[in-house]
Every structure is written in structure tokens, then in C-alpha cells.
């Protein structure tokens, strides 16, 4: 049992630490809420003497990495007590969850920086962006009522199982595989949202999760199965453009562009960075990984990283659409990058080749250019927040 590790009797001090590290007010909701968190996740903690001094969660997940399922483990909650701050500790917390993530089988961890340079300091990086689109009312496109289909408006905590099947099978480039304690948790989290469900010939064919706030009308989850869902839910926001003077959709995907809109002068649009990710185990990665070429001749590739089972020179290769690798430590290496460098490629962020322009990749262009060929290329989209 790993001695930083705390229990159901710490939880009182985690909580209390949560408060007074983000500022946030004490509630029976947020306390609930919490509770509902730390009893899913593995909770890390360093005690200066009766006191909790440094914390963070590592909550268990599954994501779809186009259509492979791997472990993920979600960093939160990241916090030090200001009296205990500056002594390391939130780092050795984050040492001792990374180690555990590999020791259990965990392949990816993804979390939302307060800091980019602090924690790539702990291999991770920037792969997650989101789109946020901000229209004033009287500037909504004007969207024509659909021939057939309808839409239902239903409280948050009323969603049925057929929404979340929906999620689950248009999330595959990177989101998070939602368990059913990780619904009922956001459902709790965020009782005040509501649901939109766009049905033709009563089957469910789009939906959308929102809330208001501040005379806003946010969009914070919206998916189509074909356009008739699109003109349906679309029609059904731009019903509210007497109630609210402004809506904002923030959408996981980076590449939405203003070109769609009727009148791109209209809208606000602007790409924002999400959340990082961080490969822990490399060698279940690339085995497991969804390549995109069905051969390759054996290439060797050096790895920098703070993770000594990462921290190789590999070689792989690829047969029949088969990955074969393995530790080639001693070989001369084709190219050589560090562990952010190859996330940003596997995640389909950047390609190598943009990478090397960038002086990101060291090696043999010809070797690079074949390796850039073997990953995704489809940026990763990634909705949750943890």
C-alpha cells in the first residue's frame, strides 16, 4: 500500500484543503459531490503533523482512442496548504501517482493545468483544445422549421440510457468512456442543466446537454447523428433568442470553423487550449495503438523521459498490420524526440514532420517522415472535466 495513499478517515481534511486551496464556498451539494469523487478515485495526500499539507486525485477512467479502449487515469485537485507550499510536495504526490498509473496497467493520465510549464516539468502536454462560439441573439442564423422529427426538453437528471449510448458511440478520439458513477456524478455536479432531445419516428437522433447563467444561453454538449438532428436543435436554441441576449457553444472539437455560419463576421470564435495528456506506459501505447499503415520497416527511435520504463531507444516495426516492438537500447537511433514531443504526435495534435520543422524531432527526415505516416492525424476531442 503506497503510504501517501489516504482513506474514507482522511476525508474531512482532503475536503476541507479543496476549500481553502480554490476559494470555494462549503454546501451539503458540493460537500456530496465531492464525497461522490473521492470515493471513485485514489486520493494522495502528505501529512504535516495533524494537517493535510499537499493533495490531488487520480481517478480511475477508460478513454476510446479511435476505437481502442485504454486506462486513464484524470489528475485533480492539485493542492497545497500555502503554509506547506513550495516544499515539493504536490510533485511527489504526482511521482507516486504516475508510478502507481504503471504499476496497475494504466496506459494514459490527462489532467487540466493550472500551469503548462509546471507540469510538462512531469511529461505532460498540450493535446486537448476546445472552440468556443459566442453570437449575440439578434445576429442568430435564421434556421427553417424541419419537415418531420421533433425535439423533447427534459431536466438533466431525466436523460435516458439510449443519450448515453449515443455519447458513447460518437466519442472516439480520445473522450472519456463515462461509467455510470461518472454520469450520476455530473448529473449531481450540475443538477441545473437540461437536455434537448432531437427524435424523428420517436428514435433518438441528436441531442444537446445545456444551462444558463448570467443571461446566457451555453451550449456545453451537443451531438448529431445527420442534418435533420443539426436543423432541429439548432431551431430549438434559436427559440430562446427572445430570452437571452447572448449564447456560447464550446465545442471539443478544435477545428469548427466560422465559414459554416451564414455571416462569419457575426460570431465570436476562438480556439482556447483544454487539457494535457501524458503517455505512461509507451510500450502498451504503441501495441495497442490504432496505426495507419499496414507495414513498416524496423525503425529506431530514442525516447526522453522522466519515466524510466519510457526512457528507451525502441524499435518498431509493422507486419501485416501487426506492431512489433521492442527495446533496442544500445542501437543507433534514426530519431530522437521526448516523451511530449511523441504525445502530441500519437494523439494526432501535430504530425512528426511539423514537429521536426519545428526543431521538436532530431534524426533522419526520411525515417521521420515514414513514422509521421504511422500515426492518426484527426485532432483528439475530449468534452469532460475532472
Avoid: C
Avoid at 502530441?344 to 534524426?363: I, Q, R, T
Amino acid at each position: 500500500m503506497n503510504k501517501y495513499l489516504l482513506g474514507e478517515n482522511e476525508f474531512d481534511k482532503f475536503y476541507d484543503l479543496y476549500l481553502y486551496s480554490f476559494n470555494r464556498q462549503d454546501s451539503l451539494q458540493r460537500k456530496r459531490v465531492f464525497k461522490e469523487r473521492y470515493d471513485h478515485s485514489l486520493a494522495y495526500g502528505i501529512m504535516n503533523d495533524s494537517k493535510l499539507g499537499s493533495g490531488l486525485f487520480s481517478i480511475p477512467f477508460e478513454v476510446n482512442f479511435h476505437g481502442i479502449d485504454y486506462k486513464m487515469n484524470g489528475i485533480g485537485d492539485v493542492m497545497s496548504a500555502p503554509e506547506f507550499g513550495g516544499q515539493g510536495g504536490a510533485g511527489k504526490l504526482m511521482n507516486e501517482a504516475l508510478s502507481d498509473m504503471y504499476k496497475n496497467h494504466v496506459t494514459l493520465s490527462y489532467l487540466a493545468p493550472f500551469s503548462f510549464g509546471y507540469y510538462r516539468r512531469f511529461g505532460f502536454e498540450q493535446v486537448f483544445d476546445h472552440t468556443q462560439i459566442e453570437i449575440k441573439s439578434e445576429n442568430l442564423p435564421r434556421i427553417k422549421n424541419a419537415e418531420h422529427g421533433y425535439v423533447q426538453r427534459i431536466s438533466i437528471k431525466d436523460i435516458p440510457d439510449e443519450l448515453k449510448k449515443m455519447y458513447l458511440d460518437h466519442n472516439d478520439l480520445g473522450g472519456v468512456n463515462r461509467a455510470k458513477w461518472w454520469w450520476d456524478h455530473m448529473l449531481d455536479k450540475h443538477s441545473d442543466y437540461q437536455a434537448a432531445l432531437a427524435y424523428d419516428n420517436d428514435v433518438l437522433i441528436g441531442y444537446l446537454i445545456y444551462y444558463n447563467q448570467d443571461q446566457t444561453f451555453y451550449i456545453h454538449e451537443w451531438i448529431n447523428l445527420n442534418p435533420l438532428s443539426r436543423q432541429l436543435l439548432a431551431k430549438f436554441v434559436i427559440k430562446h433568442q427572445s430570452i437571452f441576449p447572448k449564447f456560447v457553444y464550446e465545442s471539443p472539437n478544435p477545428d469548427l470553423k466560422s465559414d459554416f455560419l451564414e455571416d462569419p463576421y457575426s460570431a465570436r470564435v476562438e480556439v482556447t487550449p483544454y487539457m494535457m495528456a501524458r503517455i505512461v506506459n509507451l510500450e502498451d501505447f504503441l501495441k495497442r495503438y490504432p496505426i495507419q499503415v499496414d507495414s513498416l520497416e524496423k525503425i529506431y527511435f530514442k525516447v526522453k523521459d522522466t519515466l524510466e520504463w519510457n526512457d528507451h531507444t525502441w524499435a518498431l516495426a509493422i507486419n501485416n498490420g501487426k506492431v512489433e516492438l521492442s527495446n533496442a537500447d544500445g542501437e543507433g537511433a534514426d530519431l530522437e524526440l521526448t516523451i511530449q514531443t511523441l504525445t502530441k504526435a500519437m494523439f494526432g495534435y501535430h504530425n512528426l514532420n511539423s514537429l521536426a520543422d519545428y526543431g521538436l524531432v532530431k534524426g533522419d527526415l526520411s525515417k521521420i517522415n515514414v513514422l509521421s505516416k504511422v500515426f492518426v492525424s484527426e485532432k483528439p476531442q475530449l468534452i469532460d472535466y475532472f
